[in-house]
């Protein structure tokens, strides 16, 4: 099967700009997950979604970040205006189903540099 | 509140000799536990997971894991090392839908 796709691999801005990152998750899988991966560091949960809602985004700064996967499918995650410790790689997952005990599925991440 | 601790940021170990990575988690109830992978430049890979049943989990690449449920540790091994399983290990906890990463291990395995 493919797997989770996203794009671009690589992005450099200058701070206060805005940046925008796509994926495109296992096919059939209705739960989808960004993380932010700040380096020597764990991911971190940004938004999960389940099929078009959210379940939790809890951790995502909303005065900066939004997200969307307005067809239950591919999801769009994006910054404006970008802050100099916005600098991480952005991870997208997917799951089946959401439940506990699925394993993610994770695409190569878009790496974000900010100047 | 939920943690989960890798407190070793690198291990190194040669190769044909086993291998431990540990994590440790403190959470409120009985959570599932995993164990991913990352190589440079990519995303996380799946290795294994615990659910519930017998203490000691096999995975993928000849890895498994050992649950402690007193110790609240999930404790991944190898009998026996590659060069090829030098990468970046993270230890997850998964509980009432909510999942936390551990910082990451950086395993070297020297030839």
């Known amino acids: ?115 | 509140a939920q943690s989960v601790a890798q407190p070793e940021d690198q291990v190194n170990v040669a190769e044909g000799n086993p291998l431990t990575v540990k994590c440790t988690y403190s959470v409120s109830g009985n959570p599932y536990l995993f164990w991913y992978v990352q190589y440079p430049n990519r995303g996380l890979q799946f290795l294994l997971k615990y659910i519930t049943g017998d203490n000691l989990v096999k995975g993928s690449y000849g890895f498994e894991a050992e649950f402690n449920k007193s110790q609240t540790s999930f404790h991944l091994k190898k009998p026996s090392a590659l060069v090829s399983d030098s990468a970046l290990y993270f230890c997850a906890v998964r509980l009432d839908d909510k999942i936390i990463f551990g910082k990451g291990t950086r395993l070297h395995i020297l030839p």
């Open chain 1, 1 to 115: 099967e493919a797997g989770v796709a996203q794009s671009p691999r690589y992005k450099i801005i200058e701070k206060r700009q805005s940046v925008a990152f796509w994926c495109n998750p296992i096919s059939g899988h209705a739960t989808l997950y960004w993380y932010q991966q700040i380096l020597g560091q764990g991911p971190k949960l940004l938004i999960q979604f389940q099929n078009n809602g959210v379940v939790d985004d809890s951790q995502l700064p909303k005065d900066r970040f939004s997200a969307e996967r307005l067809k239950g499918v591919d999801s769009t995650l994006k910054i404006q205006p970008a802050k100099l410790e916005d600098s991480a790689v952005y991870l997208c997952a997917s799951s089946l189903d959401g439940q506990n005990n699925q394993p993610q599925h994770f695409g190569d991440g878009t790496r974000l540099s900010i100047l």
